[in-house]
């Protein structure tokens, strides 16, 4: 059974770096599209970055592009944030989506799955 694993998480002052990873057991994620999705305390979860199985098509909600960037390689999906503002603290989730692109490009959390645990990501001075 697929189980998806995140790491990388932590506290980091605004305008600091973090790298998360996306990894896998149980399975592969070659035959799966990987979204990178959030949660803030008493918010909806909502998307951030998917990026295709070639890894040669991605895509970015508004309030992440420029700033973050997303890769995948091997078995693991990265997600390089950059410019961390405050309003990015959150818990940070990969899933994966097994049917077409043009359905995973839309980052509807309903259309993923299996999801990861979540690995927090805190950007506080």
């Known amino acids: 059974q697929l189980q998806l694993v995140e790491s990388g998480g932590g506290l980091v002052q605004p305008g600091g770096s973090l790298r998360l990873s996306c990894g896998v057991s149980?399975?592969?994620?070659?035959?799966?599209?990987i979204g990178w999705f959030r949660q803030a305390p008493g918010k909806e979860r909502e998307g951030v970055s998917c990026?295709?199985?070639?890894?040669?098509t991605t895509n970015y909600a508004d309030y992440v592009e420029g700033r973050f960037t997303i890769s995948r390689a091997k078995n693991t999906v990265y997600l390089q944030m950059n410019s961390l503002k405050p309003e990015d603290t959150a818990v940070y989730y990969c899933?994966?989506?097994?049917?077409?692109?043009?359905?995973?490009?839309?980052?509807?959390?309903?259309?993923?799955?299996?999801w990861g645990q979540g690995t927090q990501v805190i950007v506080s001075s």
């Open positions: 899933a994966a989506h097994g049917g077409p692109w043009g359905s995973a490009w839309y980052m509807d959390p309903s259309d993923f799955d299996p």
């Open positions: 149980g399975g592969t994620l070659d035959h799966y599209a």
């Open positions: 990026i295709s199985l070639s890894g040669r």
